[in-house]
C-alpha cells in the first residue's frame, strides 16, 4: 500500500535500541523503553504560509531522525508499526 502523508507530516518507522547494557546486563522487553530514533518513510509536500505558498520541508525520506517521547501518533500500516508526526515534532536529523 502507498501512503503519502498531508502537509507538514512524516511518516517514520522505529529504529530498535539495544537490548543490552554497556555492562553487559540484557533488558527484557517488558522493561525497555520505546525508542526515541527513527527513519522517515515518506514526508509531506509542506505547510502553508499566510499567502499561500507552500512552506519546504526540511527532512526528507531516508533521515535518521530524533524526537520527542510523547510525540506523534502510532498506526499499523500493510502489518508494520509506524508512526505519524508533525516536523516540528522532529527534534533533530543524524548524520
Given at each position: 500500500m502507498?501512503?503519502?502523508?498531508?502537509?507538514?507530516?512524516?511518516?517514520?518507522?522505529?529504529?530498535?535500541?539495544?537490548?543490552?547494557?554497556?555492562?553487559?546486563?540484557?533488558?527484557?522487553?517488558?522493561?525497555?523503553?520505546?525508542?526515541?530514533e527513527?527513519?522517515?518513510?515518506?514526508?509531506?509536500?509542506?505547510?502553508?504560509?499566510?499567502?499561500?505558498?507552500?512552506?519546504?520541508?526540511?527532512?526528507?525520506?531516508?533521515?535518521?531522525?530524533?524526537?520527542?517521547?510523547?510525540?506523534?501518533?502510532?498506526?499499523?500500516?500493510?502489518?508494520?508499526?509506524?508512526?505519524?508526526?508533525?516536523?516540528?515534532?522532529?527534534?533533530?536529523?543524524?548524520?
Amino acid at each position: 500500500m502507498s501512503f503519502t502523508p498531508l502537509h507538514d507530516r512524516v511518516l517514520v518507522r522505529r529504529i530498535a535500541g539495544d537490548a543490552q547494557t554497556s555492562g553487559g546486563l540484557i533488558i527484557p522487553d517488558t522493561a525497555k523503553e520505546k525508542p526515541q530514533e527513527g527513519e522517515i518513510v515518506a514526508v509531506g509536500a509542506g505547510a502553508k504560509d499566510e499567502d499561500g505558498e507552500r512552506i519546504a520541508m526540511e527532512v526528507k525520506a531516508g533521515d535518521r531522525i530524533l524526537f520527542g517521547k510523547w510525540s506523534g501518533t502510532e498506526i499499523k500500516l500493510d502489518g508494520e508499526d509506524l508512526m505519524i508526526m508533525k516536523e516540528s515534532d522532529i527534534l533533530g536529523v543524524m548524520t
